[in-house]
């Protein structure tokens, strides 16, 4: 347990469907950040928020959707997704915004179907 | 933007043998850093090294940052290594983003 909890760990849904993903930490970090991982592909940076602010927004698809209430918590709201989609689905945490002290959770695989 | 290439892209070892991962950037950075991610996808972050040398226990890495490089040595190597090793990289232009290289799987056979 590396102190970042996400869940579920595995989530398989349909194109039509609506769900979130959740990320929690307990580590006192102030930034929390959304990735995501493709077979092949290097891991890309989807949203980062410090101290609940978004201050991060790599043209995801409005079909991603984030959610930040608290500073320990961070959620990703889905919908409408492609099968394109289907990946793992990484949550972070760091002390500040200075890009180091990374804590992953373990990840969310997601299957579109 | 920053190109981030590490080699080799798969690597299988004896229990035992010892190794040297690399990776090479195109630009300046600010912040460089060596990930690994075990079999059942976990991160964890082993080295915030943008320049100099660093070492834990059997893992040490050296950043030349004026030659674009990065290398990441594994000593005496257990099963408990294998997985996939990432470079990231960070430059002045966007300190907040990680540029991730495509990594090293590492197998290692008891």
């Known amino acids: 347990e590396t102190g970042v909890t996400q869940t579920p760990r595995h989530l398989v849904m349909g194109m039509t469907n609506k769900k979130s993903l959740k990320c929690e930490q307990h580590l006192g970090h102030n930034a929390m950040y959304w990735y995501k991982q493709s077979a092949k592909k290097p891991l890309e940076l989807m949203f980062v928020y410090s101290l609940e602010e978004r201050v991060e927004n790599n043209s995801v698809p409005s079909r991603f959707s984030p959610e930040c209430p608290n500073s320990s918590h961070l959620f990703l709201h889905l919908h409408t997704l492609q099968p394109e989609d289907s990946a793992l689905y990484l949550c972070a945490s760091t002390p500040g915004t200075g890009n180091y002290g990374y804590t992953f959770g373990s990840g969310t695989r997601l299957t579109v179907v | 933007g920053i190109q981030v290439e590490q080699s080799p892209p798969d690597l299988i070892l004896q229990e035992g043998a010892n190794s040297t991962l690399r990776c090479n950037f195109s630009d300046s950075v600010n912040n460089l850093q060596w990930f690994h991610q075990n079999p059942w996808g976990q991160l964890i972050n082993l080295f915030y090294?943008?320049?100099?040398?660093k070492q834990n226990g059997r893992l040490s890495a050296t950043t030349v940052a004026t030659e674009r490089y990065s290398l990441l040595y594994i000593s005496s190597s257990q099963t408990t290594d294998s997985g996939v090793y990432f470079c990231?990289?960070?430059?002045?232009?966007?300190?907040?983003?990680?540029?991730w290289g495509l990594g090293t799987s590492l197998a290692v056979n008891p």
């Open positions: 090294i943008p320049s100099g040398t």
């Open positions: 990231a990289v960070s430059y002045a232009g966007n300190n907040r983003k990680l540029i």
